[in-house]
């Protein structure tokens, strides 16, 4: 295997060979990468996981184009289904790293995209994450850590909202997203003027962010069963323009699905503290 040969899963050789240098028990091995803050770094050891190493996924993507009949309401599917794959492709990359230093779960995700100047139509999807090895068995169950699939848990919680969701009992299984790529037809003409001076609802337009956003939220949900998850925290539901103009839109939710590790879920009611300065 060469250096620019990928391997299976699409990390490079040179991320691979890096990683092992990582490991526990090889030269370098007390050696970690993290890009967690120094408060989240110290709650992440005191919910009882040790940080392994920084781990990314990439994937530069060409969202091709799809035509459509501009004068109604409609998702693109073509492109709901691109911006999907490419965020998939960087997260697997990024939960494959995990997996070569033998990590449970990746805490303090982000998925990003950024466009890049190779096209207006390319854009690279970005996964980045600090994978940790739990320092104990997992409370119930089989004691792993792992998601239903056997995959490493992946979680954009903040280090500080991790440590409070393992403290009350919950574990996080997997990122879970959705997104709807939709077109908001334009208002005809005759609709403009008879609205000017005037303050009244556009329905159509209400009605297609609506139908966009629940589109969203249906598909991250449906991931979330399908990790068997009790719920979902910390979900964000955003809306990105990126390079479509200002008709076209992608409603993107995304959230951390959890289940609960025990059937009490109590933590520790925080102190009042006086100060005795001035």
């Known amino acids: 295997m060469t250096a620019t040969d990928p391997t299976a899963q699409g990390v490079p050789a040179d991320a691979m060979r890096r990683l092992a240098e990582l490991q526990p028990g090889r030269p370098g091995g007390s050696l970690f990468t993290s890009d967690l803050s120094v408060n989240e770094f110290l709650l992440v050891r005191e919910a009882g996981f040790r940080p392994l190493g920084l781990v990314l996924g990439s994937s530069i993507y060409h969202v091709g184009i799809q035509l459509g009949r501009w004068g109604k309401n409609q998702e693109l599917t073509t492109l709901s289904q691109a911006m999907y794959h490419a965020r998939e492709l960087a997260m697997t990359r990024m939960e494959a790293e995990a997996a070569q230093l033998g990590a449970d779960g990746i805490v303090g995700v982000r998925l990003s995209v950024e466009a890049r100047e190779f096209g207006n139509d390319i854009a690279e999807f970005i996964a980045i994450g600090t994978a940790v090895k739990a320092d104990a068995p997992a409370p119930g169950g089989n004691g792993s850590w792992r998601n239903a699939k056997g995959q490493p848990f992946t979680s954009d919680l903040s280090g500080q909202d991790f440590w409070t969701l393992v403290r009350a009992g919950y574990a996080p299984l997997g990122m879970v997203m959705g997104t709807c790529v939709y077109h908001i037809a334009h208002q005809k003409l005759g609709s403009m003027f008879s609205n000017i001076g005037k303050n009244v609802e556009i329905e159509p337009f209400t009605q297609a962010l609506y139908d966009a956003r629940e589109l969203a939220m249906e598909r991250m949900q449906r991931e979330a069963e399908e990790l068997h998850a009790e719920g979902i925290v910390g979900v964000q539901l955003n809306s990105h323009n990126h390079r479509w103009g200002g008709h076209t839109t992608e409603f993107f939710a995304i ?15 925080p102190t009042m503290v006086l100060s005795l300065d001035g």
């Open 255 to 269: 959230g951390t699905a959890v289940r609960p590790l025990r059937e009490d879920h109590v933590i520790e009611r």
